[in-house]
């Protein structure tokens, strides 16, 4: 079987969030790559960046949360969205 850290970008503004966490991942020398879960609305500048920095994406048409998501972004006041929901597992 095979395993990936899963992350979910949603705006472009974001970009940042997911080269942050691939190079925590790198540098703690991960067993387990990075794959991130992209919107319609990312630009294709932020496509080519994450495919300068070796990160797999996947498009992911007109996403929306699991109810049991949206219950946990809205106790963690995570009212950004699933984005930043993914960020605080993955680096808690």
Do not use: W
Not at 9 to 37: F, H, Q, W
Not at 67 to 77: C, D, V
């Amino acid at each position: 079987m095979r395993y990936t850290y899963i992350s979910f970008l949603g705006s472009d503004d974001y970009l940042i969030g997911i080269l942050a966490l691939k190079n925590r991942l790198d540098v703690l020398k991960s067993e387990y790559p990075l794959t991130v879960l992209v919107s319609e609305d990312i630009s294709n500048k932020s496509k080519r960046i994450l495919k300068k920095y070796g990160i797999p994406y996947v498009i992911k048409k007109d996403y929306v949360p699991s109810e049991e998501i949206q219950k946990i972004i809205h106790l963690l006041g995570c009212h950004s969205g699933l984005k930043l929901l993914v960020s605080c597992i993955f680096l808690a």
